[in-house]
């Protein structure tokens, strides 16, 4: 049986227009939900003509299928680091760094995996069923592990994962809140590095 030919590698000038296009893309997605952005906003944001767009990805669920997977690897990767034969508090107090960083550094990623779960996930569920439950699952059995040789307050491993994803994505996701509580003497830089620490302390009590 012959085999399928392979996909023509693509040009710099096609890799950097597809990454110009990524970017205004979550720009457009993180403001809007998918259901929200049109193509046209998208080539608005991109600073190029709709059929120029369309050259590069034949639709709006082409450039979202695009990003959401890319996002799924960064968002997995401090989970997947997390090492069973490392120390239970360095490898808890790194993950929760991690994800502060990535609360900080990465806010529209962020927005934008939220307004999808928001509406069901209808474009990720194989992705959340599949590939993130399996990590989970991995990790959650880790964490139960380090809790019954007694290295860990004893708890739901899954819950306790849930509980790291919403108190450090809450700086991404709620940040204009955070900064308007906080005020202007507490609502700097220094916000990640202080709910880090309490986060620490919080979950490895």
């Known amino acids: 049986m012959d085999k399928p030919a392979a996909r023509p590698k693509r040009t710099r000038?096609?890799?950097?227009?597809?990454?110009?296009?990524?970017?205004a893309a979550l720009e457009v997605f993180s403001q809007h939900g998918f259901r929200g952005s049109t193509i046209d906003q998208i080539a608005d944001a991109a600073g190029m003509s709709k059929p120029n767009l369309l050259y590069y990805f034949k639709n709006k669920e082409e450039i979202f299928a695009t990003l959401i997977h890319r996002l799924m690897e960064t968002w997995l990767a401090p989970l997947r680091e997390m090492d069973a034969t490392?120390?239970?508090?360095?490898?808890?107090?790194?993950?929760?760094?991690?994800?502060i960083e990535m609360a900080r550094d990465f806010p529209r990623e962020s927005r934008l995996f939220a307004n999808e779960i928001l509406q069901g996930a209808p474009r990720i569920l194989p992705l959340l069923e599949g590939e993130?439950?399996?990590?989970?699952?991995e990790k959650a059995a880790v964490i139960a592990e380090w809790m019954r040789a007694g290295r860990l307050k004893k708890s739901d491993p899954y819950h306790f994962i849930f509980a790291i994803w919403a108190t450090t994505q809450h700086y991404a996701d709620f940040d204009v809140q955070v900064r308007a509580v906080l005020g202007e003497n507490r609502g700097g830089e220094g916000r990640f590095e202080d709910a880090a620490r309490f986060l620490e302390g919080l979950f490895l009590a």
Do not use: A, F, M
Not at 13 to 23: D, H, N, S, T, V
């Open 132 to 137: 993130l439950k399996e990590l989970v699952d």
């Open 86 to 99: 490392g120390d239970p508090h360095t490898e808890i107090r790194s993950y929760i760094r991690r994800k």
């Open 13 to 23: 000038i096609q890799r950097e227009k597809r990454e110009l296009i990524g970017e």
